[in-house]
DNA sequence: TTCATGGTTCGACCATAGTCGAAGCATCGC
DNA sequence: GCGATGCTTCGACTATGGTCGAACCATGAA
Protein backbone atom coordinates (compact mmCIF):
# COMPACT_ATOMS: atom_id res chain seq x y z
CA UNK A 1 0.00 0.00 0.00
CA UNK A 2 2.95 2.76 1.16
CA UNK A 3 4.96 1.96 -1.91
CA UNK A 4 6.17 3.64 -4.83
CA UNK A 5 7.75 6.71 -5.14
CA UNK A 6 8.16 9.49 -2.56
CA UNK A 7 6.20 12.55 -4.17
CA UNK A 8 6.00 14.56 -0.95
CA UNK A 9 10.18 14.79 -0.86
CA UNK A 10 10.31 16.27 -4.21
CA UNK A 11 7.10 18.29 -4.34
CA UNK A 12 8.19 20.20 -0.68
CA UNK A 13 11.26 21.13 -2.44
CA UNK A 14 9.28 22.92 -5.50
CA UNK A 15 6.54 23.93 -2.61
CA UNK A 16 8.62 26.84 -1.01
CA UNK A 17 8.79 30.05 -3.19
CA UNK A 18 11.95 31.16 -3.16
CA UNK A 19 13.18 27.62 -4.46
CA UNK A 20 9.67 27.16 -6.90
CA UNK A 21 11.33 31.08 -8.22
CA UNK A 22 14.35 29.72 -8.60
CA UNK A 23 13.82 26.42 -10.78
CA UNK A 24 11.16 28.80 -12.66
CA UNK A 25 13.57 30.69 -13.80
CA UNK A 26 16.23 27.61 -14.90
CA UNK A 27 13.45 26.37 -17.07
CA UNK A 28 15.24 25.77 -20.35
CA UNK A 29 18.18 24.81 -19.44
CA UNK A 30 20.65 27.80 -19.13
CA UNK A 31 22.86 27.72 -15.97
CA UNK A 32 22.53 30.58 -13.57
CA UNK A 33 24.97 32.13 -11.07
CA UNK A 34 23.75 31.40 -7.58
CA UNK A 35 23.63 34.88 -7.03
CA UNK A 36 21.41 35.29 -10.10
CA UNK A 37 18.82 32.66 -8.57
CA UNK A 38 18.92 34.57 -5.08
CA UNK A 39 17.89 38.12 -6.94
CA UNK A 40 15.82 36.10 -9.18
CA UNK A 41 14.34 34.55 -5.52
CA UNK A 42 14.11 37.95 -3.99
CA UNK A 43 16.37 36.55 -1.08
CA UNK A 44 19.84 37.12 0.06
CA UNK A 45 22.93 35.06 -0.87
CA UNK A 46 22.97 32.77 2.40
CA UNK A 47 19.45 31.69 2.18
CA UNK A 48 19.84 30.57 -1.73
CA UNK A 49 22.37 28.84 -0.60
CA UNK A 50 20.99 26.88 1.67
CA UNK A 51 17.91 26.53 -0.93
CA UNK A 52 19.96 25.48 -3.50
CA UNK A 53 21.82 22.65 -1.28
CA UNK A 54 18.50 21.20 -0.81
CA UNK A 55 17.36 21.45 -4.29
CA UNK A 56 21.20 19.82 -5.37
CA UNK A 57 20.63 17.24 -2.60
CA UNK A 58 16.87 16.11 -3.73
CA UNK A 59 18.51 15.55 -7.26
CA UNK A 60 16.60 18.48 -8.82
CA UNK A 61 19.06 20.56 -9.50
CA UNK A 62 22.80 20.14 -10.69
CA UNK A 63 25.88 22.90 -10.03
CA UNK A 64 29.04 23.51 -11.63
CA UNK A 65 31.82 25.56 -10.16
CA UNK A 66 33.39 27.17 -12.37
CA UNK A 67 35.99 29.70 -10.90
CA UNK A 68 34.25 31.57 -8.00
CA UNK A 69 31.00 30.92 -9.66
CA UNK A 70 28.43 28.16 -9.03
CA UNK A 71 26.26 27.55 -12.30
CA UNK A 72 23.24 25.95 -11.28
CA UNK A 73 20.87 23.89 -13.80
CA UNK A 74 17.92 21.62 -13.77
CA UNK A 75 19.21 18.22 -13.56
CA UNK A 76 16.78 17.03 -16.46
CA UNK A 77 14.11 17.98 -18.87
CA UNK A 78 12.02 15.66 -16.36
CA UNK A 79 12.13 18.24 -14.15
CA UNK A 80 11.35 21.06 -16.47
CA UNK A 81 8.27 19.02 -17.55
CA UNK A 82 6.98 18.80 -14.32
CA UNK A 83 7.68 21.93 -13.84
CA UNK A 84 5.37 23.02 -17.05
CA UNK A 85 2.69 20.26 -15.57
CA UNK A 86 2.69 22.33 -12.01
CA UNK A 87 2.34 25.60 -13.75
CA UNK A 88 -0.89 24.12 -15.81
CA UNK A 89 -2.23 23.04 -12.71
CA UNK A 90 -1.56 26.56 -10.59
CA UNK A 91 -3.05 28.29 -13.64
CA UNK A 92 -6.20 26.50 -13.50
CA UNK A 93 -6.70 26.23 -10.02
CA UNK A 94 -6.44 30.05 -10.42
CA UNK A 95 -3.04 30.68 -8.12
CA UNK A 96 -0.96 33.61 -9.53
CA UNK A 97 2.19 34.56 -8.37
CA UNK A 98 1.44 37.81 -7.24
CA UNK A 99 -1.71 39.64 -7.62
CA UNK A 100 -2.16 41.65 -10.79
CA UNK A 101 0.27 44.34 -10.99
CA UNK A 102 0.79 47.21 -13.42
CA UNK A 103 3.50 45.30 -15.74
CA UNK A 104 1.00 42.40 -16.06
CA UNK A 105 -0.58 42.81 -19.41
CA UNK A 106 2.65 44.31 -20.83
CA UNK A 107 4.02 40.35 -19.21
CA UNK A 108 1.02 39.12 -21.20
CA UNK A 109 2.25 40.52 -24.39
CA UNK A 110 5.49 40.02 -24.81
CA UNK A 111 7.75 38.14 -22.21
CA UNK A 112 10.86 36.17 -23.10
CA UNK A 113 10.46 32.60 -22.08
CA UNK A 114 13.99 31.83 -20.75
CA UNK A 115 15.13 32.37 -24.56
CA UNK A 116 12.15 32.61 -26.71
CA UNK A 117 9.18 35.03 -27.13
CA UNK A 118 6.42 34.25 -25.13
CA UNK A 119 2.81 36.07 -24.73
CA UNK A 120 0.35 36.72 -27.26
CA UNK A 121 3.18 37.84 -29.70
CA UNK A 122 4.84 34.94 -28.55
CA UNK A 123 1.79 32.53 -29.84
CA UNK A 124 0.83 35.25 -33.00
CA UNK A 125 4.69 34.32 -34.22
CA UNK A 126 4.09 30.71 -34.17
CA UNK A 127 0.52 30.90 -35.68
CA UNK A 128 2.01 33.64 -38.41
CA UNK A 129 4.64 30.79 -38.98
CA UNK A 130 2.01 28.51 -39.51
CA UNK A 131 -0.46 30.41 -41.71
CA UNK A 132 2.71 31.05 -44.27
CA UNK A 133 2.96 27.33 -44.62
CA UNK A 134 6.91 27.77 -42.79
CA UNK A 135 6.16 25.46 -40.59
CA UNK A 136 3.88 22.58 -39.55
CA UNK A 137 1.61 22.19 -36.35
CA UNK A 138 0.30 18.65 -35.08
CA UNK A 139 -0.59 18.66 -31.33
CA UNK A 140 2.35 20.04 -29.93
CA UNK A 141 4.48 18.83 -32.47
CA UNK A 142 6.10 21.77 -34.66
CA UNK A 143 8.24 20.89 -37.89
CA UNK A 144 9.77 23.35 -40.09
CA UNK A 145 9.36 23.30 -43.70
CA UNK A 146 11.68 23.33 -46.74
CA UNK A 147 9.55 27.02 -47.59
CA UNK A 148 10.26 27.68 -43.72
CA UNK A 149 13.50 27.39 -43.59
CA UNK A 150 14.04 29.78 -46.71
CA UNK A 151 11.86 32.31 -45.32
CA UNK A 152 13.87 32.48 -42.43
CA UNK A 153 17.08 32.60 -44.14
CA UNK A 154 15.95 35.57 -45.41
CA UNK A 155 15.22 37.13 -42.37
CA UNK A 156 18.27 36.55 -41.18
CA UNK A 157 18.19 33.56 -39.54
CA UNK A 158 21.65 30.85 -39.58
CA UNK A 159 19.32 27.98 -40.41
CA UNK A 160 22.96 25.83 -40.92
CA UNK A 161 23.99 26.67 -37.17
CA UNK A 162 20.46 25.31 -36.42
CA UNK A 163 20.35 22.10 -37.92
CA UNK A 164 24.01 21.53 -36.44
CA UNK A 165 22.90 22.82 -32.79
CA UNK A 166 22.02 19.48 -30.92
CA UNK A 167 19.27 21.22 -29.89
CA UNK A 168 15.66 20.57 -31.35
CA UNK A 169 15.11 23.12 -34.33
CA UNK A 170 10.95 23.21 -33.41
CA UNK A 171 9.41 22.44 -30.06
CA UNK A 172 6.16 23.65 -29.02
CA UNK A 173 6.31 25.59 -25.04
CA UNK A 174 2.45 26.03 -23.75
CA UNK A 175 1.96 29.43 -22.94
CA UNK A 176 0.64 30.24 -19.45
CA UNK A 177 -0.94 33.48 -20.59
CA UNK A 178 -2.23 32.85 -23.86
CA UNK A 179 -3.12 28.90 -22.92
CA UNK A 180 -1.86 28.25 -26.50
CA UNK A 181 1.58 26.86 -27.56
CA UNK A 182 4.59 29.56 -29.16
CA UNK A 183 7.26 28.59 -30.59
CA UNK A 184 10.42 27.27 -28.32
CA UNK A 185 13.70 25.59 -29.18
CA UNK A 186 16.84 26.53 -31.29
CA UNK A 187 14.48 28.40 -33.57
CA UNK A 188 12.55 30.17 -31.47
CA UNK A 189 15.73 31.61 -29.75
CA UNK A 190 17.48 33.12 -32.93
CA UNK A 191 13.91 34.62 -33.66
CA UNK A 192 14.10 36.07 -30.89
CA UNK A 193 17.81 37.25 -30.22
CA UNK A 194 17.32 38.22 -34.43
CA UNK A 195 14.27 40.71 -33.10
CA UNK A 196 16.88 42.12 -30.61
CA UNK A 197 19.15 42.33 -33.62
CA UNK A 198 16.78 44.08 -35.92
CA UNK A 199 16.04 46.79 -32.82
CA UNK A 200 12.46 45.79 -33.08
CA UNK A 201 12.57 44.84 -29.26
CA UNK A 202 14.20 44.72 -26.39
CA UNK A 203 14.81 43.48 -22.87
CA UNK A 204 13.84 45.43 -19.91
CA UNK A 205 16.74 44.65 -17.63
CA UNK A 206 15.73 42.38 -14.21
CA UNK A 207 12.48 41.26 -15.75
CA UNK A 208 10.75 38.96 -18.54
CA UNK A 209 9.70 41.93 -20.13
CA UNK A 210 10.30 42.06 -23.55
CA UNK A 211 9.74 45.92 -24.92
CA UNK A 212 9.17 46.48 -28.67
CA UNK A 213 9.15 49.76 -29.82
CA UNK A 214 6.01 50.98 -32.17
CA UNK A 215 7.74 50.53 -35.75
CA UNK A 216 9.43 47.32 -34.42
CA UNK A 217 6.08 46.09 -33.48
CA UNK A 218 4.76 46.59 -36.97
CA UNK A 219 7.55 45.06 -38.73
CA UNK A 220 6.94 42.59 -36.59
CA UNK A 221 3.00 41.97 -37.30
CA UNK A 222 3.66 42.71 -40.90
CA UNK A 223 6.36 39.75 -40.82
CA UNK A 224 4.33 37.35 -38.87
CA UNK A 225 1.37 38.83 -37.97
CA UNK A 226 -2.03 37.77 -39.02
CA UNK A 227 -1.87 38.32 -42.98
CA UNK A 228 -5.48 39.83 -44.59
CA UNK A 229 -6.40 41.52 -41.45
CA UNK A 230 -5.53 45.30 -42.97
CA UNK A 231 -6.65 46.40 -39.39
CA UNK A 232 -3.01 47.58 -37.51
CA UNK A 233 -2.23 47.16 -34.04
CA UNK A 234 -5.28 46.46 -31.44
CA UNK A 235 -6.30 49.79 -29.84
CA UNK A 236 -6.23 49.19 -26.59
CA UNK A 237 -2.95 47.85 -26.15
CA UNK A 238 0.01 50.76 -25.53
CA UNK A 239 3.36 50.60 -25.96
CA UNK A 240 5.15 49.03 -22.90
CA UNK A 241 6.74 51.73 -20.84
CA UNK A 242 10.02 52.34 -21.50
CA UNK A 243 12.83 51.80 -18.89
CA UNK A 244 15.88 52.49 -20.56
CA UNK A 245 18.21 51.85 -17.09
CA UNK A 246 21.06 49.21 -18.50
CA UNK A 247 22.55 46.84 -16.76
CA UNK A 248 26.41 45.34 -17.05
CA UNK A 249 25.77 42.32 -19.59
CA UNK A 250 29.59 41.24 -18.64
CA UNK A 251 28.50 39.73 -15.12
CA UNK A 252 29.80 36.32 -16.28
CA UNK A 253 32.36 36.18 -18.48
CA UNK A 254 32.63 32.10 -18.69
CA UNK A 255 28.99 31.67 -19.52
CA UNK A 256 27.39 34.43 -21.10
CA UNK A 257 23.78 34.71 -20.47
CA UNK A 258 21.49 35.66 -22.83
CA UNK A 259 20.29 38.82 -22.67
CA UNK A 260 20.57 41.99 -24.46
CA UNK B 1 8.26 40.81 -12.57
CA UNK B 2 7.20 37.98 -9.94
CA UNK B 3 4.28 36.97 -11.93
CA UNK B 4 3.02 33.89 -13.55
CA UNK B 5 1.22 30.91 -12.05
CA UNK B 6 2.58 30.06 -8.88
CA UNK B 7 3.58 26.64 -8.77
CA UNK B 8 4.82 27.20 -5.14
CA UNK B 9 0.75 26.52 -3.32
CA UNK B 10 0.35 23.74 -5.37
CA UNK B 11 3.68 21.88 -4.75
CA UNK B 12 3.16 22.65 -1.43
CA UNK B 13 0.17 21.24 -1.24
CA UNK B 14 1.68 18.24 -2.33
CA UNK B 15 4.49 18.41 -0.33
CA UNK B 16 3.01 17.49 2.96
CA UNK B 17 3.20 13.45 3.66
CA UNK B 18 -0.30 12.97 4.61
CA UNK B 19 -1.63 15.27 0.95
CA UNK B 20 0.92 12.95 -1.15
CA UNK B 21 -0.58 9.92 0.34
CA UNK B 22 -4.29 10.61 0.17
CA UNK B 23 -4.01 12.23 -3.72
CA UNK B 24 -1.57 9.01 -4.20
CA UNK B 25 -4.84 7.05 -2.96
CA UNK B 26 -7.01 9.06 -5.31
CA UNK B 27 -4.39 8.17 -8.34
CA UNK B 28 -6.50 4.76 -8.69
CA UNK B 29 -9.63 7.01 -9.90
CA UNK B 30 -12.05 6.13 -7.55
CA UNK B 31 -13.61 8.85 -5.19
CA UNK B 32 -12.45 7.43 -1.44
CA UNK B 33 -14.19 9.12 1.78
CA UNK B 34 -12.30 11.43 4.49
CA UNK B 35 -12.10 8.63 6.73
CA UNK B 36 -10.67 5.91 4.24
CA UNK B 37 -8.34 8.56 3.51
CA UNK B 38 -7.66 9.55 6.78
CA UNK B 39 -5.98 6.31 7.10
CA UNK B 40 -4.24 5.69 4.22
CA UNK B 41 -1.93 8.70 5.28
CA UNK B 42 -1.76 7.64 8.81
CA UNK B 43 -3.71 10.77 10.40
CA UNK B 44 -6.64 11.14 12.69
CA UNK B 45 -10.00 12.14 11.12
CA UNK B 46 -9.49 16.24 12.35
CA UNK B 47 -6.06 16.60 10.59
CA UNK B 48 -7.20 14.70 7.12
CA UNK B 49 -10.27 16.85 7.52
CA UNK B 50 -7.80 20.18 7.37
CA UNK B 51 -5.58 18.66 4.73
CA UNK B 52 -8.70 17.71 2.72
CA UNK B 53 -10.40 21.29 2.65
CA UNK B 54 -6.86 22.61 1.99
CA UNK B 55 -6.47 20.19 -1.13
CA UNK B 56 -9.82 21.26 -1.95
CA UNK B 57 -9.27 24.82 -1.68
CA UNK B 58 -6.33 24.67 -3.86
CA UNK B 59 -8.53 22.84 -6.40
CA UNK B 60 -6.54 19.69 -6.50
CA UNK B 61 -9.51 17.52 -5.27
CA UNK B 62 -13.18 17.70 -5.34
CA UNK B 63 -16.23 16.61 -3.07
CA UNK B 64 -19.05 15.20 -3.32
CA UNK B 65 -21.06 14.80 0.09
CA UNK B 66 -23.43 11.93 -0.17
CA UNK B 67 -25.70 11.37 3.39
CA UNK B 68 -22.98 11.58 5.72
CA UNK B 69 -20.02 10.62 3.64
CA UNK B 70 -17.81 13.31 1.81
CA UNK B 71 -16.47 11.24 -1.27
CA UNK B 72 -12.92 12.87 -2.63
CA UNK B 73 -11.71 12.54 -5.42
CA UNK B 74 -9.18 14.21 -7.40
CA UNK B 75 -10.46 17.00 -9.65
CA UNK B 76 -9.02 15.38 -13.08
CA UNK B 77 -6.82 13.40 -14.77
CA UNK B 78 -4.49 16.85 -15.39
CA UNK B 79 -3.28 16.38 -11.46
CA UNK B 80 -2.93 12.59 -11.99
CA UNK B 81 -0.25 13.22 -14.70
CA UNK B 82 1.40 15.93 -12.68
CA UNK B 83 1.14 12.81 -9.70
CA UNK B 84 2.89 10.51 -12.21
CA UNK B 85 5.54 13.28 -13.36
CA UNK B 86 6.15 13.38 -9.66
CA UNK B 87 6.73 10.09 -8.95
CA UNK B 88 9.18 9.59 -12.01
CA UNK B 89 11.29 12.51 -10.78
CA UNK B 90 11.09 10.66 -6.67
CA UNK B 91 11.98 7.40 -8.70
CA UNK B 92 15.01 9.03 -10.15
CA UNK B 93 16.17 10.43 -7.29
CA UNK B 94 15.94 7.70 -5.21
CA UNK B 95 13.08 8.60 -2.77
CA UNK B 96 10.66 6.22 -2.02
CA UNK B 97 7.75 6.10 0.75
CA UNK B 98 9.35 2.74 1.96
CA UNK B 99 11.30 -0.31 1.31
CA UNK B 100 9.94 -2.28 -1.53
CA UNK B 101 6.84 -4.29 -1.02
CA UNK B 102 5.80 -7.74 -2.55
CA UNK B 103 2.86 -6.17 -4.34
CA UNK B 104 6.06 -3.60 -6.08
CA UNK B 105 6.72 -5.84 -9.02
CA UNK B 106 3.40 -6.38 -10.15
CA UNK B 107 2.60 -2.64 -9.73
CA UNK B 108 5.48 -2.08 -12.33
CA UNK B 109 4.00 -4.37 -14.68
CA UNK B 110 0.45 -2.88 -15.04
CA UNK B 111 -1.91 -0.57 -12.48
CA UNK B 112 -4.29 1.99 -12.89
CA UNK B 113 -2.99 5.57 -13.99
CA UNK B 114 -6.22 7.33 -12.97
CA UNK B 115 -8.23 6.02 -15.70
CA UNK B 116 -5.53 4.38 -18.14
CA UNK B 117 -3.26 1.68 -18.26
CA UNK B 118 0.18 2.30 -17.20
CA UNK B 119 3.62 0.43 -16.42
CA UNK B 120 5.35 -2.12 -18.32
CA UNK B 121 2.06 -3.04 -20.21
CA UNK B 122 0.53 0.04 -20.18
CA UNK B 123 4.32 1.39 -22.56
CA UNK B 124 4.13 -1.94 -24.39
CA UNK B 125 0.48 -0.95 -25.57
CA UNK B 126 1.78 2.68 -26.54
CA UNK B 127 4.78 0.75 -28.43
CA UNK B 128 2.45 -1.90 -30.11
CA UNK B 129 -0.04 1.05 -31.42
CA UNK B 130 3.03 3.20 -32.85
CA UNK B 131 4.82 0.06 -34.51
CA UNK B 132 1.27 -0.82 -35.75
CA UNK B 133 1.25 2.61 -37.70
CA UNK B 134 -2.30 3.14 -35.19
CA UNK B 135 -0.72 6.25 -33.79
CA UNK B 136 2.47 8.68 -34.55
CA UNK B 137 4.41 9.50 -32.02
CA UNK B 138 7.13 12.55 -32.09
CA UNK B 139 8.35 14.12 -28.75
CA UNK B 140 5.20 13.59 -26.98
CA UNK B 141 2.70 14.89 -29.36
CA UNK B 142 0.38 11.57 -30.24
CA UNK B 143 -1.79 11.55 -33.07
CA UNK B 144 -4.33 8.77 -34.34
CA UNK B 145 -4.19 7.88 -37.72
CA UNK B 146 -6.57 6.54 -39.87
CA UNK B 147 -5.83 3.20 -39.87
CA UNK B 148 -5.26 3.57 -35.98
CA UNK B 149 -8.86 4.54 -36.10
CA UNK B 150 -9.83 1.60 -37.66
CA UNK B 151 -8.00 -0.89 -36.19
CA UNK B 152 -9.40 -0.02 -32.81
CA UNK B 153 -12.91 0.30 -33.96
CA UNK B 154 -12.06 -3.22 -34.83
CA UNK B 155 -11.04 -3.47 -31.30
CA UNK B 156 -14.56 -2.35 -29.60
CA UNK B 157 -13.84 0.62 -29.07
CA UNK B 158 -15.97 3.45 -29.74
CA UNK B 159 -14.11 5.83 -31.93
CA UNK B 160 -17.13 8.52 -32.60
CA UNK B 161 -17.68 8.81 -29.09
CA UNK B 162 -14.14 9.49 -28.80
CA UNK B 163 -14.30 12.36 -30.98
CA UNK B 164 -16.53 13.64 -29.77
CA UNK B 165 -15.57 14.33 -26.37
CA UNK B 166 -13.92 17.33 -25.16
CA UNK B 167 -11.41 15.36 -23.96
CA UNK B 168 -8.32 15.26 -26.35
CA UNK B 169 -8.09 12.04 -27.99
CA UNK B 170 -4.48 10.78 -27.50
CA UNK B 171 -2.24 12.04 -25.09
CA UNK B 172 1.34 11.09 -23.42
CA UNK B 173 1.87 10.32 -19.57
CA UNK B 174 5.22 9.64 -18.50
CA UNK B 175 5.42 6.44 -16.66
CA UNK B 176 7.15 6.77 -13.51
CA UNK B 177 8.25 2.96 -13.16
CA UNK B 178 9.29 2.56 -17.02
CA UNK B 179 10.64 6.27 -17.37
CA UNK B 180 8.89 6.36 -20.57
CA UNK B 181 5.48 7.56 -22.15
CA UNK B 182 2.42 5.14 -22.12
CA UNK B 183 -0.74 6.13 -23.68
CA UNK B 184 -3.13 8.67 -21.79
CA UNK B 185 -6.27 10.75 -22.80
CA UNK B 186 -9.58 9.85 -23.91
CA UNK B 187 -8.64 6.47 -26.05
CA UNK B 188 -6.41 5.35 -23.18
CA UNK B 189 -9.22 5.15 -21.14
CA UNK B 190 -11.37 3.71 -23.31
CA UNK B 191 -9.02 0.71 -24.09
CA UNK B 192 -8.68 -0.27 -20.32
CA UNK B 193 -12.03 0.19 -19.95
CA UNK B 194 -12.60 -2.69 -22.91
CA UNK B 195 -9.75 -4.40 -20.97
CA UNK B 196 -11.94 -4.90 -18.24
CA UNK B 197 -15.19 -5.85 -20.76
CA UNK B 198 -13.04 -8.63 -22.65
CA UNK B 199 -11.98 -9.69 -19.66
CA UNK B 200 -8.59 -10.23 -20.08
CA UNK B 201 -7.62 -7.91 -16.82
CA UNK B 202 -9.68 -6.83 -13.75
CA UNK B 203 -9.12 -4.54 -11.03
CA UNK B 204 -7.17 -5.63 -7.94
CA UNK B 205 -9.55 -4.14 -5.08
CA UNK B 206 -8.00 -1.17 -2.74
CA UNK B 207 -4.87 -0.84 -4.83
CA UNK B 208 -4.03 0.74 -8.44
CA UNK B 209 -2.82 -2.97 -9.71
CA UNK B 210 -4.20 -4.28 -13.18
CA UNK B 211 -4.48 -8.19 -12.76
CA UNK B 212 -4.37 -9.89 -16.44
CA UNK B 213 -5.47 -13.12 -16.81
CA UNK B 214 -3.26 -15.86 -18.33
CA UNK B 215 -5.28 -15.78 -21.67
CA UNK B 216 -5.81 -12.14 -21.39
CA UNK B 217 -1.76 -11.05 -20.87
CA UNK B 218 -1.45 -13.79 -23.85
CA UNK B 219 -4.94 -11.89 -26.40
CA UNK B 220 -3.51 -8.26 -25.39
CA UNK B 221 0.36 -9.25 -26.32
CA UNK B 222 -0.86 -10.82 -29.14
CA UNK B 223 -3.09 -7.64 -29.97
CA UNK B 224 -0.57 -4.68 -28.96
CA UNK B 225 2.40 -6.24 -28.17
CA UNK B 226 5.91 -6.10 -30.16
CA UNK B 227 5.20 -8.20 -33.53
CA UNK B 228 6.29 -11.54 -34.34
CA UNK B 229 8.26 -10.28 -37.50
CA UNK B 230 10.93 -7.93 -36.88
CA UNK B 231 9.50 -4.34 -35.91
CA UNK B 232 10.92 -1.52 -38.17
CA UNK B 233 12.97 0.43 -35.76
CA UNK B 234 11.47 3.17 -35.01
CA UNK B 235 13.84 5.94 -35.18
CA UNK B 236 12.05 8.47 -32.54
CA UNK B 237 13.03 9.64 -29.87
CA UNK B 238 12.30 7.25 -27.14
CA UNK B 239 14.33 3.58 -27.76
CA UNK B 240 11.56 0.93 -28.81
CA UNK B 241 11.31 -2.01 -26.04
CA UNK B 242 10.62 -5.22 -27.12
CA UNK B 243 10.74 -6.53 -23.35
CA UNK B 244 10.04 -3.55 -21.65
CA UNK B 245 10.19 -5.16 -17.88
CA UNK B 246 13.96 -5.63 -18.16
CA UNK B 247 14.59 -2.08 -19.19
CA UNK B 248 14.47 0.11 -16.71
CA UNK B 249 17.81 -0.96 -14.91
CA UNK B 250 20.38 -1.31 -17.35
CA UNK B 251 19.16 2.21 -18.67
CA UNK B 252 19.88 3.71 -15.41
CA UNK B 253 22.49 2.10 -13.61
CA UNK B 254 23.89 5.17 -11.59
CA UNK B 255 20.53 4.93 -9.99
CA UNK B 256 20.95 1.39 -7.95
CA UNK B 257 18.33 1.82 -5.59
CA UNK B 258 16.28 0.11 -8.45
CA UNK B 259 15.56 -3.17 -5.98
CA UNK B 260 12.99 -4.36 -8.21
C1' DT C 1 -37.53 10.97 20.34
C1' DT C 2 -32.66 9.07 21.40
C1' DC C 3 -28.39 7.18 20.13
C1' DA C 4 -24.52 6.17 17.08
C1' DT C 5 -21.51 7.34 13.36
C1' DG C 6 -18.97 10.17 10.13
C1' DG C 7 -17.22 14.64 9.37
C1' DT C 8 -15.86 19.31 10.51
C1' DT C 9 -14.45 23.25 13.52
C1' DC C 10 -12.01 25.25 17.43
C1' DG C 11 -8.12 25.82 20.27
C1' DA C 12 -3.70 24.89 21.90
C1' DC C 13 0.82 22.82 21.48
C1' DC C 14 5.08 22.28 19.25
C1' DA C 15 8.52 21.15 15.72
C1' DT C 16 10.18 22.05 11.35
C1' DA C 17 12.34 25.06 8.45
C1' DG C 18 12.76 29.58 6.31
C1' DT C 19 15.24 33.80 7.20
C1' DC C 20 19.18 36.84 7.83
C1' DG C 21 23.68 38.70 10.30
C1' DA C 22 28.27 37.64 10.68
C1' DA C 23 32.15 35.10 9.74
C1' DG C 24 34.91 31.96 6.86
C1' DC C 25 36.88 30.43 2.18
C1' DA C 26 38.01 30.49 -2.30
C1' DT C 27 38.92 32.93 -6.58
C1' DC C 28 39.81 36.89 -9.51
C1' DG C 29 41.89 41.38 -10.76
C1' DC C 30 45.41 44.56 -9.86
C1' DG D 1 51.26 40.57 -2.21
C1' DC D 2 46.54 43.23 -1.61
C1' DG D 3 41.58 44.12 -1.73
C1' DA D 4 37.15 42.93 -3.91
C1' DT D 5 33.78 39.67 -5.21
C1' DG D 6 31.03 35.43 -4.99
C1' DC D 7 29.58 31.65 -2.39
C1' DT D 8 28.99 28.84 1.68
C1' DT D 9 28.70 27.71 6.71
C1' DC D 10 27.33 28.74 11.36
C1' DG D 11 24.17 30.36 14.70
C1' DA D 12 20.10 32.35 16.38
C1' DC D 13 15.49 34.08 15.78
C1' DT D 14 10.83 33.51 14.30
C1' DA D 15 6.64 31.98 12.30
C1' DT D 16 4.20 29.10 9.56
C1' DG D 17 1.62 25.11 9.77
C1' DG D 18 0.98 20.21 11.06
C1' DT D 19 -0.94 17.70 14.89
C1' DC D 20 -4.37 16.08 18.13
C1' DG D 21 -8.09 16.58 22.08
C1' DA D 22 -12.48 18.06 22.57
C1' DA D 23 -16.58 19.97 21.20
C1' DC D 24 -19.96 20.61 17.50
C1' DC D 25 -22.95 19.45 13.53
C1' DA D 26 -25.38 16.51 10.38
C1' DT D 27 -27.19 12.24 8.90
C1' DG D 28 -29.20 7.73 9.56
C1' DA D 29 -31.01 4.07 12.45
C1' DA D 30 -33.58 2.23 16.46
Same mark, same amino acid.
Given at each position: ?? !?????????? =?????????? /? !???????? =????????????????????????????? /???????????? &????????????????????????? !?????????????????DHL???????L???????? %??????????? !?? %??? %??LAGFGIDM?SL?????????????? &??????L??ALGAALLSQLFHLGWAR?????????????G??QF =??TF????? &??? %???????????????????????????V
Amino acid at each position: MK !TGPDIAVVAA =LLGDPARANM /V !TALIGGVA =LTAGELAREAGVTAQTASSHLAKLAAGGL /VEVRRQGRHSYY &SLSGDDVARVLEGLMGLAARTGHRR !TRTGPAEPALREARVCYDHLAGDLGVALLDGLVARG %AVTRSEDAIRL !TA %AGA %AFLAGFGIDMPSLSRSRRPVCRACLDW &SVRRSHLAGALGAALLSQLFHLGWARRVPDSRLVAFSASGRAQF =LATFGPQAA &SSP %ADPSQETPSHVPAQRPRSRHPALPRHDV
